[in-house]
T-cell receptor, first 113, second 113 residues
Framework: QKEVEQNSGPLSVPEGAIASLNCTYSDRVSQSFFWYRQYSGKSPELIMSIYSNGDKEDGRFTAQLNKASQYVSLLIRDSQPSDSATYLC?????????????FGTGTQLKVEL | DGGITQSPKYLFRKEGQNVTLSCEQNLNHDAMYWYRQDPGQGLRLIYYSQIVNDFQKGDIAEGYSVSREKKESFPLTVTSAQKNPTAFYLCASIPRQANYGYTFGSGTRLTVV
Protein backbone atom coordinates (compact mmCIF):
# COMPACT_ATOMS: atom_id res chain seq x y z
CA GLN A 1 0.00 0.00 0.00
CA LYS A 2 1.37 3.38 -1.00
CA GLU A 3 1.87 5.75 1.91
CA VAL A 4 0.65 8.84 0.05
CA GLU A 5 -1.75 8.41 -2.85
CA GLN A 6 -2.84 10.82 -5.53
CA ASN A 7 -4.73 10.40 -8.77
CA SER A 8 -2.15 10.88 -11.52
CA GLY A 9 -4.59 12.64 -13.84
CA PRO A 10 -4.46 14.52 -16.05
CA LEU A 11 -7.17 16.64 -14.48
CA SER A 12 -8.50 19.06 -17.08
CA VAL A 13 -10.47 22.15 -16.06
CA PRO A 14 -11.54 25.20 -18.08
CA GLU A 15 -10.00 28.57 -17.35
CA GLY A 16 -11.77 30.29 -14.46
CA ALA A 17 -13.09 27.06 -12.94
CA ILE A 18 -12.20 25.51 -9.58
CA ALA A 19 -9.64 22.71 -9.68
CA SER A 20 -9.87 20.14 -6.89
CA LEU A 21 -6.87 17.94 -6.13
CA ASN A 22 -7.01 15.12 -3.60
CA CYS A 23 -4.52 13.14 -1.57
CA THR A 24 -4.89 10.30 0.94
CA TYR A 25 -2.28 9.02 3.36
CA SER A 26 -1.88 5.84 5.35
CA ASP A 27 0.07 6.88 8.48
CA ARG A 28 -2.45 7.95 11.10
CA VAL A 29 0.15 9.80 13.15
CA SER A 30 1.08 12.14 10.29
CA GLN A 31 1.27 15.69 11.53
CA SER A 32 2.15 18.02 8.69
CA PHE A 33 0.91 18.24 5.13
CA PHE A 34 2.22 20.15 2.16
CA TRP A 35 1.32 20.89 -1.44
CA TYR A 36 4.04 21.51 -4.00
CA ARG A 37 3.66 22.72 -7.57
CA GLN A 38 6.10 21.38 -10.14
CA TYR A 39 6.38 22.68 -13.67
CA SER A 40 7.79 20.33 -16.29
CA GLY A 41 11.57 20.03 -15.95
CA LYS A 42 11.68 22.19 -12.83
CA SER A 43 12.02 21.48 -9.11
CA PRO A 44 8.99 21.46 -6.77
CA GLU A 45 7.84 24.75 -5.25
CA LEU A 46 6.02 24.82 -1.91
CA ILE A 47 2.61 26.50 -2.25
CA MET A 48 0.64 25.43 0.84
CA SER A 49 1.19 23.94 4.28
CA ILE A 50 -1.52 22.72 6.65
CA TYR A 51 -1.21 21.26 10.13
CA SER A 52 -4.68 21.11 11.69
CA ASN A 53 -8.12 19.98 10.58
CA GLY A 54 -10.14 22.39 8.51
CA ASP A 55 -9.43 24.85 5.74
CA LYS A 56 -6.48 27.15 5.16
CA GLU A 57 -6.72 29.80 2.48
CA ASP A 58 -3.93 31.69 0.71
CA GLY A 59 -4.99 33.75 -2.25
CA ARG A 60 -6.60 31.48 -4.86
CA PHE A 61 -5.45 28.35 -3.02
CA THR A 62 -7.29 26.54 -0.22
CA ALA A 63 -5.91 23.49 1.53
CA GLN A 64 -8.32 21.22 3.39
CA LEU A 65 -7.33 18.61 5.97
CA ASN A 66 -9.40 15.83 7.50
CA LYS A 67 -7.24 13.70 9.78
CA ALA A 68 -10.07 11.34 10.71
CA SER A 69 -10.53 10.39 7.06
CA GLN A 70 -6.82 10.73 6.32
CA TYR A 71 -7.16 13.00 3.34
CA VAL A 72 -5.90 16.38 2.33
CA SER A 73 -7.05 18.39 -0.66
CA LEU A 74 -6.09 21.49 -2.59
CA LEU A 75 -8.61 23.77 -4.26
CA ILE A 76 -7.49 26.28 -6.87
CA ARG A 77 -10.08 28.95 -7.58
CA ASP A 78 -10.26 30.93 -10.84
CA SER A 79 -7.82 28.50 -12.48
CA GLN A 80 -5.39 30.05 -14.94
CA PRO A 81 -3.34 28.45 -17.73
CA SER A 82 -0.25 29.23 -15.63
CA ASP A 83 -1.61 26.81 -13.01
CA SER A 84 -1.01 23.93 -15.43
CA ALA A 85 1.58 21.82 -13.65
CA THR A 86 1.95 18.68 -11.55
CA TYR A 87 0.86 19.05 -7.93
CA LEU A 88 2.63 16.93 -5.34
CA CYS A 89 1.18 16.09 -1.95
CA UNK A 90 3.74 15.55 0.83
CA UNK A 91 3.26 14.25 4.35
CA UNK A 92 5.47 14.37 7.42
CA UNK A 93 4.97 11.58 9.90
CA UNK A 94 4.84 12.19 13.61
CA UNK A 95 7.04 9.18 14.32
CA UNK A 96 10.62 8.37 13.53
CA UNK A 97 13.49 10.72 12.97
CA UNK A 98 14.81 12.81 10.19
CA UNK A 99 11.91 15.20 9.63
CA UNK A 100 11.39 13.40 6.35
CA UNK A 101 8.65 14.08 3.85
CA UNK A 102 6.90 11.31 1.94
CA PHE A 103 5.58 12.36 -1.45
CA GLY A 104 2.72 11.19 -3.59
CA THR A 105 3.25 10.60 -7.29
CA GLY A 106 1.55 13.87 -8.20
CA THR A 107 -1.55 14.95 -10.11
CA GLN A 108 -1.13 16.64 -13.46
CA LEU A 109 -3.43 19.63 -13.85
CA LYS A 110 -4.26 21.12 -17.23
CA VAL A 111 -6.13 24.41 -17.39
CA GLU A 112 -7.68 24.85 -20.81
CA LEU A 113 -8.51 28.14 -22.52
CA ASP B 1 20.44 35.58 -1.80
CA GLY B 2 20.01 32.42 0.26
CA GLY B 3 19.24 29.18 -1.45
CA ILE B 4 20.31 25.73 -2.55
CA THR B 5 22.60 25.30 -5.53
CA GLN B 6 22.78 22.01 -7.38
CA SER B 7 25.33 21.35 -10.07
CA PRO B 8 25.64 20.40 -12.78
CA LYS B 9 22.18 20.91 -14.24
CA TYR B 10 22.71 18.08 -16.73
CA LEU B 11 25.09 15.14 -16.31
CA PHE B 12 25.88 12.22 -18.57
CA ARG B 13 27.33 9.01 -17.21
CA LYS B 14 28.93 6.17 -19.06
CA GLU B 15 28.35 2.59 -18.02
CA GLY B 16 30.53 1.62 -15.04
CA GLN B 17 31.40 5.19 -14.12
CA ASN B 18 30.91 6.91 -10.77
CA VAL B 19 29.60 10.47 -10.84
CA THR B 20 29.12 13.03 -8.08
CA LEU B 21 26.27 15.51 -7.85
CA SER B 22 26.89 18.68 -5.90
CA CYS B 23 24.47 20.29 -3.43
CA GLU B 24 25.44 23.48 -1.57
CA GLN B 25 23.20 25.64 0.63
CA ASN B 26 23.76 28.99 2.33
CA LEU B 27 20.57 28.89 4.39
CA ASN B 28 22.31 27.67 7.54
CA HIS B 29 20.04 24.61 7.49
CA ASP B 30 21.09 21.56 9.51
CA ALA B 31 19.15 18.89 7.65
CA MET B 32 19.70 18.01 4.00
CA TYR B 33 18.06 15.42 1.77
CA TRP B 34 18.54 13.74 -1.59
CA TYR B 35 15.54 12.56 -3.59
CA ARG B 36 15.25 10.87 -6.93
CA GLN B 37 12.32 11.50 -9.26
CA ASP B 38 11.31 9.14 -12.05
CA PRO B 39 8.31 9.67 -14.33
CA GLY B 40 5.14 8.48 -12.62
CA GLN B 41 6.89 7.54 -9.38
CA GLY B 42 7.04 10.76 -7.44
CA LEU B 43 10.01 11.59 -5.23
CA ARG B 44 11.85 8.82 -3.45
CA LEU B 45 14.30 9.44 -0.61
CA ILE B 46 17.89 8.31 -1.18
CA TYR B 47 19.85 9.66 1.82
CA TYR B 48 19.47 12.35 4.42
CA SER B 49 21.63 14.07 7.01
CA GLN B 50 20.56 16.00 10.08
CA ILE B 51 24.00 17.12 11.28
CA VAL B 52 27.56 17.26 10.04
CA ASN B 53 29.37 13.92 9.85
CA ASP B 54 26.15 11.97 10.18
CA PHE B 55 23.74 10.63 7.55
CA GLN B 56 21.10 7.92 7.18
CA LYS B 57 19.86 5.76 4.34
CA GLY B 58 16.51 6.50 2.83
CA ASP B 59 14.24 4.13 0.95
CA ILE B 60 16.47 3.59 -2.11
CA ALA B 61 20.08 4.02 -0.92
CA GLU B 62 21.57 1.05 -2.80
CA GLY B 63 24.10 2.18 -5.40
CA TYR B 64 24.50 5.65 -3.87
CA SER B 65 26.85 7.19 -1.32
CA VAL B 66 27.00 10.57 0.43
CA SER B 67 29.21 12.59 2.74
CA ARG B 68 28.51 15.50 5.07
CA GLU B 69 31.84 17.06 6.00
CA LYS B 70 30.48 20.61 6.06
CA LYS B 71 27.11 21.98 7.07
CA GLU B 72 26.73 23.69 3.71
CA SER B 73 27.51 20.73 1.49
CA PHE B 74 25.90 17.31 0.90
CA PRO B 75 27.29 15.69 -2.27
CA LEU B 76 25.74 12.54 -3.72
CA THR B 77 27.81 9.95 -5.57
CA VAL B 78 26.03 7.66 -8.00
CA THR B 79 28.17 4.54 -8.17
CA SER B 80 28.45 1.91 -10.88
CA ALA B 81 26.39 -0.36 -8.62
CA GLN B 82 23.31 1.74 -9.38
CA LYS B 83 21.94 -0.08 -12.40
CA ASN B 84 19.30 2.40 -13.43
CA PRO B 85 20.59 5.87 -12.54
CA THR B 86 18.81 7.88 -15.22
CA ALA B 87 16.54 10.23 -13.26
CA PHE B 88 16.02 13.77 -11.97
CA TYR B 89 17.89 14.26 -8.67
CA LEU B 90 16.69 16.82 -6.15
CA CYS B 91 18.46 18.14 -3.07
CA ALA B 92 16.48 19.76 -0.26
CA SER B 93 17.16 21.30 3.12
CA ILE B 94 15.38 22.46 6.25
CA PRO B 95 16.40 23.64 9.72
CA ARG B 96 16.63 20.65 12.04
CA GLN B 97 13.30 19.88 13.75
CA ALA B 98 11.56 22.63 11.81
CA ASN B 99 8.02 21.68 10.93
CA TYR B 100 7.65 23.23 7.51
CA GLY B 101 8.26 22.24 3.95
CA TYR B 102 11.61 21.73 2.30
CA THR B 103 13.46 24.21 0.18
CA PHE B 104 14.54 22.42 -3.01
CA GLY B 105 17.47 23.03 -5.30
CA SER B 106 16.93 23.30 -9.05
CA GLY B 107 17.85 19.65 -9.64
CA THR B 108 20.33 17.63 -11.68
CA ARG B 109 19.16 15.52 -14.60
CA LEU B 110 21.39 12.45 -14.93
CA THR B 111 21.41 10.36 -18.09
CA VAL B 112 23.30 7.16 -18.79
CA VAL B 113 24.86 7.12 -22.26
Amino acid sequence: QKEVEQNSGPLSVPEGAIASLNCTYSDRVSQSFFWYRQYSGKSPELIMSIYSNGDKEDGRFTAQLNKASQYVSLLIRDSQPSDSATYLCAVRSGTGGGNKLTFGTGTQLKVEL
Amino acid sequence: DGGITQSPKYLFRKEGQNVTLSCEQNLNHDAMYWYRQDPGQGLRLIYYSQIVNDFQKGDIAEGYSVSREKKESFPLTVTSAQKNPTAFYLCASIPRQANYGYTFGSGTRLTVV
